[in-house]
């Protein structure tokens, strides 16, 4: 029994047409929404980025302004140093007057090689600051200053240098960095190296010109050396104790040490940090500082950044979803108003989906959608009707023909020889045949039988065209071959004289290709004549696959006086005989590549050792597996003759 309508739905309907409204809105809305956050937040960063690029670039300016100024000095010093050593006494004046002219540096120092300087085993004179004074102080390590790292990495880099951050308790007594500049002295086209000039500048100086930037409320700038220690931080906890690199080991953040290793490589970008750095979202910009070789980051809390366009998302939000609500409540009055109408037409509708078909549909009197559609009804309603009773027709007939072509097929492969082994009492031969329509029934063949006590004949043949037409021309022209053959023992007479009784009265223009041989399995002499068919292939008994030369002749069933020739091989004992039609070689895949005569030689040559049979049932397995999914275009047909010898062996 069919279900029943439901008669009542103008309110669903209402329902399900303003949600289908509404959500269609909303997700637009959303999708719009979406998009111009999305993209409002992209300009946000981009405009973030641009001006943190602008104010690292003008604070490393305003820090490395000084510093190149103070390299100039040094520099100088060294140049003059190298060319003429000066007395000490000058030597150290120069010194005092350095720092005396520069209120940026803390302590300068020579220190030279030992014996360099008058013949002396050491000399590192060492000035710096004590309060507005300028005062020469010992460095504390005068046996061993060749060993600092201010004094060994500029002698082995032969070039000037920032050293890392250090606290020097010895010197100046607090945490400072060293520009050093080595003594080279050039004679005799050989340099020798003869101490180094340096500038010590406070970090104390530094810390306060980067604790001047600021991006934001919260935002804060930070300063690291080559190494990654932290020079400059808000937090005092990290200044020379923490780097950034143990902040990411600590934290096991490969994050950080990424953007930690492109900070030390001198690179300038902008990147998403880790939430742990600030317990929340918050996004670094970083710069090169090329005087020293340190990286200045200013750190910029994410809620900040969108701390307005999350406002706006939020008021566009609210004025969203009121307007959201008046729609729906529009929506749903015009959807009321307008299934009303439908309810008697749906009653009606119900009837007819419970088969009662000569039910009238209550056509409306009005020319709007409504009236349309009841009219559309009544029209569908009555050529339903029709159209029922012609399917009902042609659903008869389409399973009368389906049976009929059951039983064509039965009737077509009824016609060819299914019993193997056919011959059971002669052990000269081993025969096996396969054949495989494209449709139901189809127009290739194969037959086999004895003509004279000693002598078989077969033969293969493909009808051009398929279905019906082919299969009774097949079954005609295998008719004629067995009668025929009764009466003639040589294959071109066969030949000839079946395509003289195929051209007869021959209008559909029907044609057979055919192989056709008669085997001596007394002397293993096969005698054969060829109708435009594909040549047979040949295993000999060690495996060896070719190809059977075969003489030219017309296809049947077009000439009538078409000449066929006969020919002559010897089989040897073991050596098989397969012929086939070209459903084999022309065979396709879903990629349209044909099987083709290679494959089949390769697939003949891998099964050169089986049975008749069982080399039938390969050549079958190999067509399919090539073909795969692709739908079967032509029939196929195999046929293996194995010969023994008159005595089996």
């Known amino acids: 029994m069919s279900p029943s309508l439901d008669v009542r739905p103008s309110r669903g309907l209402a329902f399900r047409l303003a949600f289908c409204i509404l959500t269609s809105a909303t997700l637009i809305f959303t999708a719009a929404f979406a998009y111009y956050y999305r993209s409002s937040k992209d300009m946000i960063l981009a405009g973030v980025r641009e001006n943190a690029k602008n104010l690292l670039r003008g604070a490393v300016y305003r820090i490395e302004a000084p510093l190149s100024g103070i390299e100039r000095i040094p520099l100088f010093l060294a140049r003059s140093l190298g060319r003429e050593l000066p007395p000490a006494e000058v030597l150290e004046q120069s010194l005092n007057d350095f720092l005396g002219t520069n209120p940026d540096v803390f302590g300068t120092a020579a220190a030279f090689e030992p014996g360099a300087f008058a013949g002396l085993p050491r000399f590192a004179p060492y000035y710096c600051r004590r309060g507005d004074a300028v005062v020469r102080v010992p460095l504390g390590y005068e046996d061993y200053y060749e060993l600092e ?42 340099t020798t190296f003869l101490g180094v000039v340096t500038a010590d500048v406070s970090l104390d100086w530094l810390r306060r010109q980067v604790a001047k930037i600021s991006l934001y409320h919260s935002g804060y700038a930070f300063l690291i050396s080559r190494g990654g220690t932290y020079v400059s ?41 880790p939430d742990f750095i600030l317990g929340k979202p918050a996004w670094l910009a970083f710069a090169p500082m090329p005087v020293t070789g340190w990286s200045m980051g200013v750190i910029v809390p994410e809620d900040e950044l969108f701390a307005d366009l999350r406002k706006l998302g939020r008021e566009v939000a609210i004025l969203g979803g009121a307007g959201f609500t008046v729609l729906l409540l529009v929506i749903a009055f015009i959807a009321a108003t307008i299934t009303r109408p439908l309810s008697r037409l749906a009653a009606t509708a119900s009837q007819i989906a419970r088969g009662n078909l000569d039910t009238p549909v209550p056509v409306g009197s009005g020319s709007d959608e409504v009236g349309a559609l009841s009219r559309s009804f009544e029209q569908m309603r009555l050529a339903l009707r029709d159209y029922i009773a012609d399917l009902t027709a042609t659903t008869k007939a389409k399973e009368r023909l389906e049976s009929e072509l059951k039983i064509a097929r039965n009737i ?14 002669i052990d000269a031969f081993s025969l096996h045949a396969d054949l495989v329509p494209a449709w139901e029934v189809g127009g290739d063949l194969y037959d086999f039988f004895l003509i004279s006590p000693g002598r078989l004949l077969v033969l293969v043949g493909d009808v051009s065209g398929k279905g019906v037409p082919a299969a009774l021309f097949m079954a005609v022209t295998k008719t004629l071959v067995k ?39 007394a002397t293993g002499e096969l005698t054969f004549s060829n109708a435009g068919h594909n040549p047979p292939a040949r295993i000999a008994p060690d495996g060896t696959v070719s190809w059977l030369a075969l003489p030219r002749g017309l296809f049947l069933g077009v000439m009538e006086d078409s000449v066929y020739r006969t020919a002559t091989v010897t089989l040897a004992p073991g050596e098989k005989l397969v012929a086939f039609t070209d459903g084999v070689t022309e065979a396709m895949n879903p990629g349209l590549e044909l099987f083709g005569t290679t494959r089949l030689h390769d697939t003949l040559a891998q099964a050169a050792a089986l049975s008749p049979q069982a080399l039938d049932e390969a050549i079958m397995q190999a067509v399919n597996t090539f073909a795969g999914e692709a739908e079967q275009a032509d029939d196929i047909t195999v046929l293996t003759l194995l010969y023994h010898h008159a005595d089996g062996a």
């Open 412 to 425: 077509q492969m009824s016609f060819l020889p299914k019993k193997f082994p056919p011959f059971p009492d």
């Open 233 to 273: 931080h808000p937090d005092n906890r990290f200044l020379m104790r923490e780097s950034i690199f143990s902040l990411a080991e600590a934290s096991r953040s490969p994050q950080l040490r990424t953007i930690g290793r492109r900070m030390i490589q001198g690179e300038e970008g902008f990147a998403r940090l």
């Open 483 to 521: 009668g025929i053959a009764e009466q003639e023992s040589d294959p071109a007479v066969i030949l000839t004289k079946v395509n003289r009784e195929l051209c007869v009265d021959n209008e559909s223009m029907l044609f057979v290709t055919m192989f056709l041989g008669i085997l001596d399995f």
């Open 149 to 190: 790292n201010w004094y060994l990495i500029p002698k082995q880099l032969g070039r000037p240098v920032w050293s890392e951050p250090y606290f020097d308790e010895a010197g100046g007594d607090i945490v400072m960095t060293t520009y050093s500049v080595p003594i080279m002295r050039a004679e005799n086209d050989k």
